[in-house]
Each structure stands twice: as C-alpha cells, then as structure tokens.
C-alpha cells in the first residue's frame, strides 16, 4: 500500500520553535513527495479548561492518525532514556488500528548500548540501571514494545523519507 499522507509523532511539539519547527517538518514531507500531519498544524481553542483543552488535543490526534496512511515517529529519547510518552500512545495507537509506523533515532545499537552511550549515569554494572532493575536487552534500538512493531531508521526524518522513497 503506497503511503502518501504521514503524522508526525514525537517531542517535537515541546520545542520553543515547535510551530516552525513543524512546519519545516511538513515542508521536507512535502518536497519528498508526502503530505503530512504535525500535530501543532492547526492552532488551539480559547477559552478552554487545561482538561478540556487536553481532551481536544487527544481528539483531534488520534484523529489525525485516523486519517493518515502511516506514523512517522521521532523516538529519540526525551527527558531521559526513553522516548516521549505520548509518542509512544501514538505509536501503539497506529499499530492497534494497522498503520504502518516507522520511527527514527539519531543513533544506532541496542537499547542498552545507547542508554550507556547517552545517560552512563542511569546504568549500573552489566545489564541493570542505576537502581538494580534489568535493562531490556535484545539487540534492538528501543524497547521491544516499539522496535518490534516498527522499521526503525537511523538518521533523522529526511533519512526515513529517503527510505520511504527508496
């Protein structure tokens, strides 16, 4: 099935320049050939509860993704060693309704060797984080929750539309 219009899921949306920054993303979509979805594409409501303003924003996403072909995520790690916990809703909310999901990360390994590589602090001696819990290690980038389900690309998102080309 050819994939022609993306949403793009990641942290992105916590940036300063998130509305630039967005419409760059939509605009490197476009010039490869892709239509796409950032989810700071349309502005908010006023006069809004932070609930309800919430609650509008969930709508409208998965609705988004509804209307899309595939999921683009960013899931480089955010906050710490993992990737933005809404991406990852958004990812296992596109695989639950059969859409493709690629995702992205500035690095490659596995999962252990990238959380060493980036945050040495929250790993302890062998395969166990800082406070003694066991570290997932399978050989994939991300958790397997997310490297299972998903082609992941090294590189950035013009890296995954290349592939997507390719």
Sequence with gaps: MPLHRLYL???DVFRPDAVEH???LVALCAEHGF???????ESLPGGLSPQALARHIYQANVAHIDA?????ANLDFFRGPEPDSGTCFEVGYAVARGKP????????G??????RQRYP???GAGLV??????LEEFGLPLNLMLAVPARVVVGDLRAVLEALRG
């Design 101 to 108: 999901v690629i995702g992205y990360l500035p690095e490659d």
């Design 68 to 72: 899309c072909d595939a999921v683009v």
């Design 129 to 134: 984080d800082a406070a003694g819990w066991q």
């Design 121 to 123: 602090q929250a790993v």
């Design 22 to 24: 967005g419409r760059r």
């Design 35 to 41: 239509s796409a979805i950032f989810p700071l594409s």
């Design 110 to 115: 596995s999962f252990a060797e990238r959380i």
């Design 9 to 11: 899921a990641g942290p």
